[in-house]
Every structure is written in C-alpha cells, then in structure tokens.
C-alpha cells in the first residue's frame, strides 16, 4: 500500500485526552492541522496553538492522516462511516480510542481493502500524562503503517509500542485497563480490612507504596482519589470503566475463558453506577467496598 507523504492531519474528537492530543501534535508535528468536535469550546482553545476547526467531510478531503479521539465503539463506528464516503487510497486513518477489538479488525480490514491505511493505537496513562505529552501509545498495524505514524505519535506521546497488527493495540490497552480496575478494587478491600482493624488509609497506603505492594494504581488511584475520597467529574468515570471492562469481558467470552476477578469487578462499578456514581472517578467503587 502506498500512503501519502503527511501534509495536513485531521484530528476528530477533542475531549479530555484528544484536546492537549491535538494541541501537542499542532506545536510538533509541523504540518497543518485540521480538527472537529461537537464543541466549540476546545476548538477555540485550540486555535492558539494553530489548529483550524474543520467539518468532518473537510477533514476526509483534505487530510493525508486522520485521528480519532472518541469515547466509544459506538462513536468510532459512526464517524469512520461518515468519513468513507470522502476517504481515497493512500490516506490513512489512526483510531486512538479504546473500541471493542472486533470493531477495530472490522474497519481495517474495510478501508485497507480500498487502499487506505490504518490502525489502532490507543492512548494509555493520566489525563495530566495527556497534558505533558507523555502517553503509552500501543500500536496495531502493519509495519508500513506503523512506520509511516510513527513520528507523528511521537508528538503526543514518549512511549509508542508496535504491539502487532490490527486489533493488537486495542488488546493490550484493554487488558491494561482490565488490571487497573482489578488493581483498584483489590485497593479497596485493602483499605476496608486495614481501616476496620485499626490502620488508617493515610498510614496503610504509604507504607504499603514501601514495600512490595507498591503500584501505580496505589500511587495514583489510591494515594491521589482513595485517600481523601476524592472523585472528580471528567476523569476516567465509571461508566467508562465499564465500557473498557466489558470489552475485555467479550474477549474472555469469545476465547472461552472464565475471568472471576474481572467478572467481579465489573459487578462492583455497576453497583456504584446503580449508586449514582457513573460520571465520577471510577475509584469511587471505594464507597461501594467501604462505605463509611
């Protein structure tokens, strides 16, 4: 497949990650970029940094490489549906959000068989890693494409693995995900059993960071949300969580694998949805393990 030399890159999709995405690829990617969202809000921030709001249709016609920061399979479906009819061989279309692997494999093998490039690369890390331009991005595609997107990822993230062809990225973001809610829960119980026999979350958590129950999850999660029941609105809510969960749950369905621990998990953050918890921070699954 020939893809196209990158003059213009479109961005579609500029919500808590794909806002500073696209403000970090305008400053280092030194191409033109064109971007769209329902708001017009993270469109005017943007236009500082030199990005020109544009119609999705503008977008198909104009870019060599299109991005996709969106919130859901769902999302994903429908625009890559309205861009086809405006798509030519050598463009390239790059899905950064986290979509069912099914879909992913879907909608590359569709646009490669027209001559477009694709692939799935979603972002891992914290909405502040977002901000810094510091994101794991995880890579699924051929090598051609991979080598073709490759400095461009680079702008907005320092850690862009190859994790194998198309669906490959969306695998291991899923499984990444799958562990930080199972981590997050574990935290909780911890928490709970600590507090109920006398060791306050404010000695147990930082002792713990000492040992060999250290992680990343107990440093951010628990350290920076669980400690002082903090839970803030546009994070990583618990309805997405349960997006993200249930995607790995219909890979464990369609390998015939039984995973008890995220079964679990995934009956916890429907609790704290039921419980009005759904747009918090999903580490509010700690007011449904250890109420107070």
């Given at each position: 497949?020939?893809?196209?030399?990158?003059?213009?890159?479109?961005?579609?999709?500029?919500?808590?990650?794909?806002?500073?995405?696209?403000?970090?690829?305008?400053?280092?990617?030194?191409?033109?970029?064109?971007?769209?969202?329902?708001?017009?809000?993270?469109?005017?921030?943007?236009?500082?940094?030199?990005?020109?709001?544009?119609?999705?249709?503008?977008?198909?016609?104009?870019?060599?490489?299109?991005?996709?920061?969106?919130?859901?399979?769902?999302?994903?479906?429908?625009?890559?549906?309205?861009?086809?009819?405006?798509?030519?061989?050598?463009?390239?279309?790059?899905?950064?959000?986290?979509?069912?692997?099914?879909?992913?494999?879907?909608?590359?093998?569709?646009?490669?068989?027209?001559?477009?490039?694709?692939?799935?690369?979603?972002?891992?890390?914290?909405?502040?890693?977002?901000?810094?331009?510091?994101?794991?991005?995880?890579?699924?595609?051929?090598?051609?494409?991979?080598?073709?997107?490759?400095?461009?990822?680079?702008?907005?993230?320092?850690?862009?693995?190859?994790?194998?062809?198309?669906?490959?990225?969306?695998?291991?973001?899923?499984?990444?995900?799958?562990?930080?809610?199972?981590?997050?829960?574990?935290?909780?119980?911890?928490?709970?059993?600590?507090?109920?026999?006398?060791?306050?979350?404010?000695?147990?958590?930082?002792?713990?960071?000492?040992?060999?129950?250290?992680?990343?999850?107990?440093?951010?999660?628990?350290?920076?949300?669980?400690?002082?029941?903090?839970?803030?609105?546009?994070?990583?809510?618990?309805?997405?969580?349960?997006?993200?969960?249930?995607?790995?749950?219909?890979?464990?369905?369609?390998?015939?694998?039984?995973?008890?621990?995220?079964?679990?998990?995934?009956?916890?953050?429907r609790a704290a949805e039921a419980a009005g918890h759904g747009e918090e921070y999903h580490p509010v699954v700690l007011e449904q393990i250890d109420p107070r």
């Open positions: 497949m020939d893809l196209r030399p990158i003059a213009t890159i479109g961005f579609i999709g500029l919500g808590v990650m794909g806002e500073p995405m696209c403000g970090h690829l305008a400053r280092r990617a030194g191409r033109k970029v064109l971007a769209h969202d329902l708001r017009a809000e993270p469109l005017a921030r943007l236009a500082a940094s030199g990005v020109a709001a544009a119609a999705a249709a503008e977008i198909a016609a104009g870019a060599e490489l299109i991005l996709l920061s969106l919130p859901d399979g769902k999302a994903v479906a429908s625009v890559v549906a309205a861009l086809e009819p405006g798509l030519r061989p050598g463009q390239c279309v790059v899905d950064t959000s986290t979509a069912p692997v099914a879909l992913t494999r879907e909608i590359g093998a569709r646009l490669t068989g027209r001559g477009i490039g694709f692939a799935d690369a979603p972002v891992a890390r914290t909405r502040e890693a977002a901000a810094r331009g510091e994101l794991s991005i995880m890579v699924g595609a051929d090598d051609a494409t991979f080598a073709h997107i490759r400095p461009i990822l680079d702008t907005m993230g320092t850690d862009v693995t190859h994790c194998g062809p198309v669906g490959c990225g969306q695998v291991v973001k899923i499984l990444n995900n799958m562990l930080v809610f199972q981590n997050t829960q574990a935290l909780a119980e911890a928490i709970a059993l600590g507090r109920r026999h006398g060791v306050p979350p404010e000695t147990l958590l930082p002792t713990i960071a000492k040992g060999s129950g250290d992680s990343f999850v107990l440093r951010s999660h628990g350290m920076k949300s669980m400690l002082p029941r903090e839970f803030p609105l546009r994070a990583f809510s618990t309805r997405y969580a349960i997006k993200d969960l249930s995607y790995a749950l219909a890979l464990a369905e369609e390998s015939g694998l039984a995973v008890p621990g995220a079964t679990l998990t995934m009956q916890r953050l």
